[in-house]
Each structure stands twice: as structure tokens, then as C-alpha cells.
């Protein structure tokens, strides 16, 4: 396995901790390689290697061509024994160079990926220590990872960082590829963070618990449902489900009513603000195989839902959103209430159009023909149409109506 112990900011932890671990694992027995890519060097000397005594680091193995190269290198030439029993590829201040000769390498961000799968068969785990900052030396630790770890210390200038590491991350998914990405979000955000802020002790069940969510998206939430197929009390699962939407991971869609008071006493519907950790959490490693899926049409009402919210909260809009559903079953997808007017939304995940999708939104006329309603019936569709006073718009086009 190959570990990234990555920051955006420096003095987080992030060198202690790739040693602690690499120490920890090898008291377990285990064979384990650290691997200092940053040019300060802190994970060499912590494993008790003078830089001065090192010959070639991993700036030969990277760059043998450039100005401080010292001729071309494999990388199991270079790894160094220390006493504690790590193994260690050493940095070199060379590095800090390294940056401005990148620009004319190919597959720039692949080198150290290409360079590790010469030695990973002879090692359990392999702990890179990440330097900072939003450098191609950064970013080809991440690459090279299969999973990444993100130290934080108590103080709020790490966790302001964690936001642009969070976009970097996000922009890198294709490099990394998206079950790295998703599953280190998981770990690093969800499971550690959620740890903290309050006791979840079996990790595995909270992860069933997310699952078993993520299978009802878009759907009514019944707490006693989900309790006993996880396994967990009723009050669990209202404090973990609380979290959540705390924390911002989900959103509960509430019912609308015209009397105000009545909106709270129905349940909710569940979504998940981020639509790939959802589709992660689904199992649907790419978009072929979620377009040929049974919740394809969930994801796309949840991606719809979450585009709604970004546009109220991103351009501070003053509307609020909620889904409708009566006791004879009609139900419509999202609500958008502006006070004075409301607009009725129909979201299918159908390329064609059929006239059947007009069939719930035909009937709203009568159920609110008290209220200025708009109609829309929103999809993946090319075809532009009015329709019984309904019109259809394309996912692209959403924010245009909203």
C-alpha cells in the first residue's frame, strides 16, 4: 500500500506523523519504505541520515538530466537502511530546483508513480512525506498514492488550508483517479473528522450507515428502516444522521405545505451534497457504469437538487426549496418557493422525451392553481418543448430558470 501524508500548509504534523507510522509498522513486522520527497529533508534526518553523507537521492531518480543530476539512477539503487529498520529513498535541496525544469517534462505528473513500481512487490507499505504548498513535486506524491493522509494540529491556519487542498484535490481526481480521491475523502473528512466531534466507535458500521443513506437518495427517510438494517438504536441514528447534515455531508429536502407549521412534522427526503461521494459510496467507479444503472435516475435528481442549493447559497437568492407530496401520491422533485410565485420541477435522467413525464405536473395545476406556479420538466433532453403549459429544460440550462 502507498500512503501520501499530504498538506497544503507546512508544521502540520505531516513529517512526525509519516515517521510514526513507519515506525509503528515496522514493529508490526512489516517491510516499509519512506520516501522524503520534500527538499527540506525533515523525514531523512528524523530516520537518522545526514544529508551531507547522502551520495544520490531521489532528485537523481526524478531529474538525471538536469543541472544537479549526478547521472541516471534506478530507484532501489539509491534506498537507504537506517537503524530503525525503514527503509529510505533521501531527499536532496536540490529539489527546490526542481520545480522550474518540470514544465518541459512529459507525463510530468507521473513520475514518481512510474518510478515506485520498480520497487512496491518488495514492500508492505511505502509512506511518502509530501513537501507543501501546490507544487508538480506535491502533486506526483499524490499521484503515485493509493491513499492519502491529511495531519492537522488544533490551530484554525490548518484548518482554513483545508479548503484549497480540498479544491486541489477535487481537480486532481482524474490524475489520481476517482477511488483514490473518494476514498481518502472518506477517511481523512468523514471518518477522522466525524471521530473527533463526536464517538463513533465502530468505524465499519458508520461506514454501513453512509452506505445504506446513499442507497435511499432521493427517497423518504425512515429512521427505524435504516436503524435496524444497520443495526443501531433508533437514537443512533438520529445523532448520526444530525452530524451529517451538520457537517454538510447530506441535506434532508423537506415537504411543502402551505401552512408553514405543518412543513416540519413530515419526513424529509435525503441527498447528498456531494454527488460523486455519493455515487463512490453507490460503488459506480465511472459514468458508463452509473448510466446503466438503477440509481442513475437518483444521482441525477440529487445532482439537480445540489445545483439548486449551490445557486441559493453561491448568488444569494431568496428562495427556499423543498419537495411536495400529497396523501394520493402525487409527488414532484423540487419546489422552489419564492414567496409571491413557486416553480414545480419534474428531473429525469432520459435523454427522450415521454408523455408520460408531463403526467405528475399536468395534475399540479389543480393543486396549486391558488399559487402563480411555474412548470419545468428537467432532463438530459436536446428537444426543447412547450407542453400543457410545461417547458423542458436541459440540465445546462437549470440555472437559467432557477
Partial sequence: MIIAFVHHKGGTGKTTACLNVAGWLVKMGKNVLVVDLDPQGNATTGLGIERKSVDYSIYDVLFPCLPAGRGEKNLQDIILETTCGVHLVPSSIDLLAAETHMAGISNQTHLLKDHLSEVKKYYDYILIDVPPGSTMLMINGIVAAENIIIPLDSGVFAYETMETLRTLLRDMAEELGIETFYRSYLQTYLE??????????????????????????????????????????????????????????????????????????????????????????????????LLAGPAKGAIFENFMVMEALKNKFNHN????????????????????????????????????????????????????????????????????????????????????IL
Fill in 192 to 289: 477522522r473528522d466525524i471521530r473527533q466531534i463526536r464517538s463513533v466507535e465502530d468505524l465499519s458500521v458508520f461506514q454501513n450507515f453512509l452506505e445504506l443513506l446513499a442507497a435511499r437518495v432521493g427517497n423518504l427517510l425512515n429512521l427505524s428502516e435504516i436503524g435496524k438494517e444497520c443495526g443501531i438504536s433508533h437514537t443512533t441514528v438520529q445523532k448520526w444522521l444530525t452530524l451529517l447534515e451538520v457537517t454538510r455531508i447530506i441535506y434532508l429536502l423537506r415537504p411543502y405545505h402551505s401552512n408553514i407549521s405543518k412543513r416540519v412534522v413530515k419526513r424529509p427526503k435525503i441527498y447528498f451534497t456531494d454527488t460523486g461521494l455519493l455515487s463512490n459510496l453507490l460503488k459506480y467507479s465511472d459514468a458508463a457504469t
Fill in 317 to 400: 437568492r431568496n428562495y427556499e426549496l423543498y419537495f411536495y407530496r400529497d396523501s394520493n401520491d402525487n409527488e414532484i422533485d423540487l419546489l422552489v418557493d419564492y414567496g409571491q410565485k413557486i416553480k414545480l420541477m419534474e428531473i429525469k435522467a432520459a435523454k427522450s422525451l415521454r408523455e408520460d413525464f408531463f403526467a405528475v405536473l399536468s395534475k399540479s395545476h389543480d393543486l396549486f392553481k391558488n399559487k402563480k406556479a411555474e412548470m419545468y420538466l428537467v432532463g438530459l433532453f436536446d428537444t426543447k418543448i412547450k407542453h400543457a403549459g410545461i417547458e423542458t429544460v436541459s440540465f445546462e440550462e437549470f440555472n437559467r
